[in-house]
């Protein structure tokens, strides 16, 4: 397969990631050039990988050819950067989670990629993950029956210098507090198992660092199936991160998958073949809680762009996550329940402050 050239914009914590998953996949795709509004990132970044470096993305893509352009730039610009590489530039964007902060941004993205007739590929790496895979194999294979409870737990530490790290980070106009920035990844795994959901109940707090979003939240789910979820959700862990987990209980079996980033299986257990053990395939060991998806996810969306066959996450899948995000934030600030399918419009949850400045 031919490989293709891919332009990062953004070149900041995440920036490694794609760096390290384009060089595990040389056969499938070369870096063109790397952009960042600050000079010295850039410029950082085109030392250590060779290629050219720029501070607008305009000179970029002016200047260079690309069949991709990946969007690592903070989450409340990803809509309008986006926006314009497809618009402007009639080039498919890979864009980081959460694919934008409101849903009208992220309406605004799939009409310009519609529009300019080009993909819009949306990074949630953790589904690539070996353990998650397998649920959904089983699940696939009707293993589990009947669903019974989703329950995603996460439990890790964001102190008051990570927040420090940067100006957006923990605000409502661009980022959000831990259920968009950290456990969006498992809400999506969840999601992606246990199907439509019907209706949220949320409470959230921020306890223990001084930003404008939540650092905990409690979250209780119905699905369209009938079945419950639970989301508990704190990047104020103290002293360390101590577990992201996701566990999925059918009248047919059990799973939990565990560790930091769900990369252990903790229990795999159906009643068809007790004495199965997915351990030895789907677990394995992480240095960071990103985990290894975006090797995966990058052949992934190669394989998509050559045959035409849908990506694991497009944009259709990211805005179901924005929008389950403001659905929970809705009902956190209203203290009432909140049904998903009854809600039409961009503005369906005017008391999200998610993708809003502060004041809403
Ligand atoms: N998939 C994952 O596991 C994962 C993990 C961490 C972060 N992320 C996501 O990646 C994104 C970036 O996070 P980060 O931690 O790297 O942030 P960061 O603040 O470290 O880096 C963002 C960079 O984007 C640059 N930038 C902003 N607007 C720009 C523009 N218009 N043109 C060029 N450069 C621009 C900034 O100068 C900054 O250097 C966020 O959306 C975040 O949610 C995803």
Redesign the pocket.
Known sequence: MPIQKVAL???????NKHLDALSENQELWQLAAV????AD?SEEAAQRTGVPSFTH?DDMLNAIDCDLVGV????G??AD?AVRVMRDYGKPVLV???MALSIADCDRMMQAAETAGVRLFV?K?NRFNPGIQAVRKAKDAGRFGKMVMGTVRLRWRRDEGYYNQ?AWRGTWAEDGGCLT?QTI?YIDLMTWIMGEIESVYAQTATRLVDIEAEDTAAVVLRFSSGALGIIEATTATRPDNLEGSVSFLGEGGSVVLGGFATNKVETWNFADNPNESAEADASYPIDNV?GYGHVMLYQDVHQAMMTGRRALIEGAEGLRAVELLHAIYESSETGEPVVLSEQTGADRYPNSKLGHSAER
């Open positions: 914009i953004g070149c900041g914590r995440i920036l952009c960042d509004l600050d990132k993305l690592l730039t903070d989450s610009s990803h950067v980081e989670k959460p990074v790496q940067a920035n990844h990103y």
